[in-house]
């Protein structure tokens, strides 16, 4: 048997019933279809970066996506984003790393993912989360997304107009399980210089104002470098790095539940009306300290000693020790401010 342990980065999880290596999209097709097909329980795992298995494992057939292949062409638009001509289109199989395929379009000038460096995991996974980071997210980029539709057993396209991008979410999420991602297509603009930087710190570490470019490979570096400060790039060696990375998103709240906050809780106004913070601020004002763990969750746990967004493994843990944990924090920020902070993994096999 595979122990998931040994696929996710926060090296928990027990084993998996079957293992299925999908090296091409007809193999990634073929797993999903024929377990469908007998009733067989499927797990899609590529990079392990945003999953909490239980210690029990999965009991289904577990699919690594190890899919590859990334096309370039910048000869032609996008009919579905004009302004961007003079751009390129980069189609993108699923199993791709994703900060590689970072790497390689902020070495060729193509902007658009420069502040996404660092972020583990595979291209197919960034559409269903709509993974984010120092003001860009994939959904500013990408123009479509090939699918396989486990429910109708066919091909479906979705034009970014339909894949219901919103924070940290999409249709793909919204239908956990319904679609096999096989290939990401995005849009970006070639030049020199990034897209407009919208992140704060991220402006102060690069010397600019809000708003203003950079020359793509600082922005690369300076983002590789915050994250890393915040033990959010992967290093064996860093157990401050065994983690699903953000663990809690940042919550969404209406007008009054933002003004009952304290004072100087962050506050960043969103189009529709809502509000969102800052899930980091919330959980040490509610006393969860960097290196936090407590007597019930044990010693093999604690949040980052450089980030109490990360729920991390000092070696050794179970799965249901850093549950213990999770549950403290979202408990403790829920009594303390009325707010309950929802997790960013998925749980498989267990739950908050």
Known sequence: MTDLR???????????????????????????????????????????????VADAGFDGRVVQVATTGVTADTDTCDVDALAQCGGVVLTVAAGEDWDALVGHAVAQGWAGVEALSGIPGAVGSTPIQNVGAYGQDVSQTISRVRTWDRVDRTQRTFAAADCGFG???????????RYVVLEVTFQLRQGELSEPIGYAELARTLGVQQGERAALAAVRDAV?????????????????????????????????????LPADAP????????????????????????????AAAGERVRLSTKHTLALTN???????????????????VRERFGITLVNEPVTVGCSL
């Open 224 to 260: 590789l470098a915050l994250r890393g400060g915040k033990g959010m790039v992967l290093d064996p060696a860093d157990r401050d790095t065994w983690s699903a990375g953000s663990f809690f998103t940042n919550p969404v709240l209406a007008p009054e539940q933002a003004a009952a």
């Open 267 to 294: 506050r960043w106004e969103q189009p529709d009306g809502t509000v969102k913070s800052s899930a980091a601020w919330l959980i040490e004002h509610a006393g969860f300290t960097k290196g936090y763990t407590s």
């Open 314 to 332: 000092r070696g050794g843990a179970t799965t249901e020790e850093l549950l213990i944990l999770a549950r403290e924090v979202r408990d403790g």
């Open 6 to 52: 040994d696929h996710t980065t926060l090296r928990l999880g027990g084993p998996a019933r079957e293992w299925v290596r999908a090296a091409t999209e007809a193999e990634l097709v073929a797993a999903v279809a024929d377990a469908d097909a007998a009733g067989t329980p499927v797990l899609l795992l590529a990079g392990g970066s945003n999953l909490v």
């Open 167 to 177: 924070y940290r979410h999409s249709r793909f999420k919204a239908e956990p399980g």
